[in-house]
């Protein structure tokens, strides 16, 4: 997302010690991930946070900077609310250059120039390789249709874009598409990668979140070598790719009912090589025909994916059982009595950033947590609906299976803030059968 000076209004960024500054940023720039827009940002528990280039950030990068170069450092991907631009940003505005431009052709075309359309102007849009998709509250007053279609002509030749389209909210209906508007351009396919993943998609039928990058390389740092993944809310392979690309997944069955995220789905496995390890299942969830087979689940759907926890529950193996990851956006308000799983509904929101606080700890028990992980500060809130629902989690289990599970919280990790006061967290929950864990 670009702000209106021609800055993301988020960036991604590696945290760590101010010993070890020196030391990433000479990694970085040998191999060219620094981002030289945004100034290195002290944070306010003494780490550094040092922005990075999301395109070609690798979970590999990570390892190397955590091993390698300055062994037992902290390293942490995280995102930077408001940051700051380096001295030879501050210098370029594209939002200068976009009302210079508009206003001299708007003028060309014998329409008065006021504040009320310099006002109107786009102060926010997300770059989609050559096509700019423009936030929903731009190019709003009556005298902009008047110059259409040559108007967006002007607008991407001053953004430096060939297509461009505009978003509304996310419809209201069950498959999340979102309101896009192409206004230049005969398509809206797009292209990105994240983490050495490519993936396609059009922007018009489907939705793409920067917010979930530092998720997306928690997800591909997992051990899940030789385990069968489910991924009840696949989109586009948000999830499904890094599983099977980074973090080894022997297969996945990938759930999803938006036709045209099936569509890019199915292109982004071909793509990325590992299509012949995953098998698209085509339609509503809570009617999968499948049980009994999983070592992990994933539910990637905010603001809840409680009507996925009983399918959830009745896909992991019986003998074994597994992980979940549990998406929700949970409510901060001081003074607010959180509300339990089942109970509350939310407006859709466009999501903005959220800076991410993080420490080491070692947790002990299964796989995933014997191994040094990150843990992060987490809000009393969060704590209270992650017990709330690996109590309604393991009452399912017992439902499902007809015998007595144990569940075990291992991590909470927030993933961006969703809107004011809602954060988009997910819980890490492993459940198993009683009798393996006596």
């Known amino acids: 997302m670009e702000g209106a000076g021609g800055k993301p209004t988020a960036v991604v960024a590696v945290v760590t010690e101010p010993r070890f500054t020196q030391r990433y940023r000479e990694y970085l720039e040998k191999h060219k991930l620094l981002d030289r827009q945004h100034r290195v940002k002290k944070l306010r ?61 708007v003028e060309g075309r014998g329409v008065t120039w006021s504040a009320e359309l310099e006002a109107d102007l786009p102060r926010s849009w997300q770059r989609h390789g050559d096509l700019l998709l423009l ?55 797009v292209e990105h990668v994240d983490n050495g993943i490519r993936y396609k998609f059009d922007v018009t039928q489907c939705m793409f979140s920067f917010g979930n990058i530092t998720e997306k390389l928690r997800v591909a740092s997992l051990p899940c070598a030789g385990e069968v993944l489910v991924d009840l809310y696949a989109g586009i392979g948000y999830f499904t790719l890094p ?45 999968l025909k499948l049980s009994n087979v999983a070592d992990r689940v994933n539910l990637g759907l905010i603001p809840s994916s409680e009507e996925g926890w009983p ?31 089942g109970s509350s509904e939310m407006e859709e929101h466009w999501p903005s950033p959220h800076q991410i606080i993080s420490n080491q700890l070692n947790n002990g028990a299964t796989s995933d947590s014997r191994r040094k992980t990150l843990s992060v500060a987490t809000k009393p809130e969060w704590q209270r609906w992650a017990k709330a629902a690996e109590t309604r989690i393991a009452t399912l289990l017992h439902q499902v299976h007809g015998k007595r599970w144990k569940t075990q919280i291992l991590h909470i990790q927030p993933v961006k803030s969703y809107a004011p006061h809602v954060d988009h967290i997910v819980l890490d929950l492993e459940c198993r059968p009683c009798h393996l864990v006596g």
Do not use: M
Not at 246 to 275: K, S, T
Not at 276 to 287: L, P, V
Not at 312 to 326: E, S, T, Y
């Open 135 to 189: 936030s929903e509250d731009c190019f709003q007053a009556k005298q902009w249709r008047h110059l259409e279609p040559e108007l967006w002509e002007t607008v991407a030749s001053a953004l430096g874009a060939q297509r461009l389209a505009k978003r509304g909210r996310v419809s209201p209906d069950s498959t999340r598409t979102p309101a896009v508007s192409l206004l230049l351009g005969d398509h809206g396919w």
């Open 45 to 105: 528990d003494g780490t550094v946070a040092l922005p990075v280039l999301r395109e070609a950030l690798l979970e590999q990068h990570l390892r190397e900077l955590r091993n390698r170069v300055a062994p037992g450092s902290t390293c942490v991907p995280t995102q930077l609310l408001d940051p700051v631009p380096s001295k030879k940003a501050q210098s370029y505005s594209p939002a200068q250059r976009l009302c210079l431009e508009v206003s001299r052709w």
């Open 243 to 287: 599983f099977l690309v980074h973090a080894e997944a022997a297969f996945v069955h990938a759930c999803e009912w938006n036709p045209h995220a099936v569509v890019a789905l199915r292109n982004n496995l071909e793509l990325n090589g590992v299509a012949d390890r995953c098998q698209i299942h085509f339609g509503d969830n809570r009617k």
């Open 311 to 341: 399918v959830a529950c009745r896909v992991l193996k019986q003998d074994a059982g597994g992980i979940l990851h549990i998406h929700q956006n949970v409510e901060s308000f001081p003074g607010k009595t959180l509300q339990p799983p």
